[in-house]
């Protein structure tokens, strides 16, 4: 799976969730056992099966070698101011990738968890940046 299509699904799983969760008006874990949260089983469940920790790691793969061709042999101080904002959102989603997704327990509760509260604010931010950089 492409790096574009990983973080689309975790842009388009999260915004789904806590869209949900805002509109329920609970405390995150009463929404998860809400008729709110069950009511996006089957397509958490569709979009949950797009991410699993093999395409997680493709996509850390695919944003590091990013990551190498801005730099072409450089020291990150040569890249212009552009290509620093654009480098520096790469490594915005790769730190959110390995320090947060890929270490989240695999049980679907906690894993949407990370997502929504500490993944999706970063990816809302350099999304728009980022998802153009990796097609």
């Known amino acids: 799976m492409s790096a574009v299509t990983v973080v689309s699904n975790l842009l388009a799983l999260g915004v789904q969730v806590k869209d949900a969760w805002t509109k329920s008006g609970k405390e995150w874990k009463p929404f998860l056992a809400s008729p709110e949260f069950a009511a996006l089983h089957t397509s958490t469940e569709k979009l949950l099966g797009t991410l699993k920790h093999n395409d997680l790691q493709s996509a850390v793969a695919a944003i590091r070698k990013k990551q190498a061709d801005f ?27 390995v ?21 999706l604010p970063t990816l809302i931010r350099v999304g728009k940046v980022v998802v153009p950089l990796l097609i």
């Open 71 to 97: 730099l072409h042999g450089r020291e990150i101080t040569a890249l212009s101011v552009d290509e620093l904002s654009q480098f520096s959102a790469l490594a915005d989603v790769e730190h959110q990738l």
């Open 99 to 119: 320090n947060k997704l890929l270490k989240a327990p695999p049980e679907r509760e906690n894993f949407l968890g990370v997502l929504v509260h500490d993944v």
